[in-house]
């Protein structure tokens, strides 16, 4: 794929997840005033935190335990946050120098983002995936998040509406073209089925990583992947 297309291509994906992706603001506002927190309480988590994974697992918390429970809630917060680290070492080269650059990726590098640049097979689409992804679901996040705390009693229950699906949905997206062979589909499985089982009596955030650490095992090992050869010259996955 030429560098044209994959930047348009790159647009379109962006645009879409970043769709996908800030209607499930709507829940958040919601859920996160049906556990206590005042309107403004739940934009300024939306503002500074923006890890919605790390949002959901504080506000799950507070709403169970009250404000005994807050420090739980930051340190499981955290624990989920923990990935972005490793987004952004894999997001340096593509957001490439400079200070205030850097700062301001930073607060976009999330699960999304990376995804949606990671994808295109040139550096344009990765900088325009990247960049239009977060900087979008950064602004529409923000105001779903408003709109579900200020609506969040004539909503109702989010999940009636499938909100919580838009996010997955949206990975699932994707993820699908890109498992063409067994070594991808083996590592997706493994990744799922762990964090499946271990959700239920570990720590929010802690199942995430120890899948992830799994997925890069079975990976980096390629054990299920076809052997290198020096005849064939590696393409890029467009």
Sequence with gaps: ??????????????????????????SFGALSVAAGLDVWQTCVLSLLMFTGGSQFAFVGIIGAGGVAAAPAAIASAALLGVRNIAYGMRMSAIVGPGAMKRLAAAHVTIDESTA????????RGRAIGFWVTGVGIYVGWNLSTLAGALLGDVLGDPRAWGLDAAAAAAFLALLWPRLRERQAIATGIAAAVVATVLTPVLLPGVPVLVAAFVAVIIGWGNLLGRAPTSAVPKQEIS
């Design 1 to 26: 794929m030429n560098e044209h297309a994959d930047a348009r291509q790159a647009w379109r994906d962006a645009l879409g997840v970043a769709l996908a992706t800030s209607a499930y603001g709507v």
């Design 116 to 123: 949606v640049s990671l994808a295109r097979g040139t550096s």
